[in-house]
């Protein structure tokens, strides 16, 4: 498994660096094969992010107990269990109720106060989640164990009280790849909470869009570290999510629409597949340019498949 993983990060690396040796060379000649399909990684805009959870802790601060509170907290933590118990195999299908009673209890949230406040009752179960994982990751630290393989050796207790906190987060962590090989979370701090109020608010879906509980920078990094960094993503996967983000911005980092798939493949190492995208494009929208940027990426492609020199 490791020397399988080694030449995998070898090969990436390799087209990584053939895609920038082909655009390197072609601007020095002034003509760019790969320009339309130039995409930057996405920067978490970390200041901004820390400001939205500052704002939300000092709200949460003068947030009351209600019985409305208390059922959506109560809710939001069985809603987990049920979802633990589907990621670990336990259960085949989530429990129904479980699904009902978190609609309910948003409903009976926002009925009371408004959507405005959903992000800042979800400040209480966030701080039960966080201290979760980090008491997950002390125990797995001291005795040098993966999380899974933690939670999996954990006292019943600690297990419900993981779950009940972090739901199926470690499988969904596990899913994207953020999960390294010796089993630690490979996640700031701020993208771990940005996950976890993405999760929180899509609970309220029903009665707002995330567009409006969310701002479009937190939304934007969510969704393009999902795509960027999901190393673990198959093909299918990052191809519905590039096309949702397209639908919402209108394109991707700068790039076309049509263009978008493609280019997000570059980006992950993924030539093959870029080539894939480019030919259903010229398909749907023959062009020149399509057709050139088909050629380019064959011989990017070709090139990664060429053996090393002397062998």
């Known amino acids: 498994m490791t020397r399988r993983l080694i030449l995998l990060t070898v090969a990436l690396a390799a087209v990584g660096w053939l895609y920038w040796m082909l655009r390197s060379s072609a601007e020095v000649q002034g003509d760019d094969p790969l320009a339309a399909l130039h995409l930057e990684a996405h920067e978490p805009p970390l200041d901004a992010l820390r400001a939205v959870a ?8 003068a947030l009351v107990d209600s019985p409305e509170r208390t059922e959506l907290e109560a809710a939001w933590s069985a809603l987990a269990v049920a979802q633990a118990a589907v990621a670990t195999g336990a259960v085949s299908t989530l429990p129904p109720e479980a699904e009902r009673r978190m609609e309910r209890a948003v409903a009976g949230w926002m009925g009371r106060f408004g959507p405005r406040t959903f992000a800042v009752a979800g400040v209480a179960p966030w701080r039960r989640f966080r ?10 630290r001291s005795n ?5 393989a933690q939670l999996a050796a954990d006292a019943p207790e600690q297990q ?11 499988a969904f962590a596990g899913s994207v790849g953020v999960i390294d090989a010796a089993g630690g979370l490979t996640m700031s701090d701020e993208l ?11 609970q309220a879906r029903g009665s707002r869009p995330l567009q409006e509980l969310m701002t479009p920078a937190e939304l934007d990094t969510f969704w393009r570290w999902r795509i960027e960094e999901g190393a673990r993503l198959p093909p299918a996967a990052v191809a519905r999510f590039v096309a949702d983000f397209v639908a919402q911005r209108g394109g991707y980092g700068g790039v076309k629409q049509g263009y978008a798939l493609p280019a997000v493949f570059l980006l992950r190492g993924e030539p093959a597949f870029a080539y894939d995208a480019l030919l259903l494009e010229q398909k749907a929208h023959p062009s020149p340019q399509t057709e050139q940027l088909v050629q380019a990426v064959a011989r990017l492609g070709a090139a990664a498949k060429a053996p090393p020199i002397g062998r």
């Open 192 to 202: 771990l909470r940005l996950v976890f109020r993405y999760r929180w608010l899509s």
């Open 160 to 170: 419900q009280e993981v779950n009940a906190a972090c739901g199926e987060f470690l």
């Open 54 to 61: 500052a704002a939300e802790d000092l709200a949460a601060a």
């Open 144 to 148: 040098d164990r993966g999380l899974v």
């Open 131 to 140: 201290a979760a994982i980090d008491g997950l990751k002390e125990r797995s």
